[in-house]
């Protein structure tokens, strides 16, 4: 029998699994969904952007013109009129994909982690490509690339 008075904890395993996954979660794995939801946001905006101009490029070209940084070139517009909508889609989706990987990185998922780590992949060979060209500013870019790949293939074992 219990004493009176006397809170019975409950056991380790009979905890919701939820807590458990998020109490030991490790900082670098929150660290990179946060990466990823800022960089899902940010997505999200500028395909939001290159909608409204390519709306604006289709309905109004001339409105776009009246821009200072425009200097009166018609086949800009006619490029974004054309191709507009379609980048704008890309820039969506690519949101999408970055918020369900961090998403899913911060439930443990084995699929989030095989996403971000491609994802990821995919920016460092990017990252090498611009610096080849002489982008040196995305040294910084390649370095947290690889850095997230090498972490999470180190440390694949946390996910289920």
Same mark, same amino acid.
């Given at each position: ?5 006397? @809170? ?39 395909? *939001? ?8 490029? %289709? ?13 009166? #070139? ?9 191709? =507009? *909508?379609? %980048? ?12 369900? =990987? ?6 443990? @998922? ?18 090498? *490509?611009?610096? =080849?060209? =002489? ?5 910084? #870019?390649? +370095?947290?690339?690889?850095? +997230?790949?090498?972490?999470?293939? @180190? ?6």
């Amino acid at each position: 029998m219990a004493k009176r008075g006397k @809170k019975v904890l409950p056991k380790k395993s009979e905890q919701s699994e939820s807590n458990v996954a998020s109490s030991s979660l490790p900082l670098p794995v929150k660290l990179i969904s946060i990466i990823y939801f800022i960089a899902s946001f940010f997505f999200l905006i500028s395909g *939001i952007f290159v909608l409204v101009v390519s709306y604006y490029a %289709i309905t109004d070209p001339n409105a776009l013109l009246t821009l200072p940084s425009m200097d009166a #070139n018609q086949s800009i517009i006619e490029n974004l009129s054309n191709y =507009g *909508i379609i %980048i704008s889609l890309g820039f969506i989706l690519v949101s999408i994909i970055d918020f369900l =990987g961090a998403r899913g990185l911060l439930k443990r @998922k084995r699929w989030a982690l095989n996403l971000v780590i491609l994802i990821s992949f995919f920016g460092t060979f990017n990252s090498l *490509i611009r610096i =080849g060209y =002489g982008f040196y500013s995305n040294i910084l #870019n390649l +370095i947290v690339h690889v850095s +997230i790949v090498y972490y999470l293939f @180190k440390n694949k074992k946390m996910f289920s």
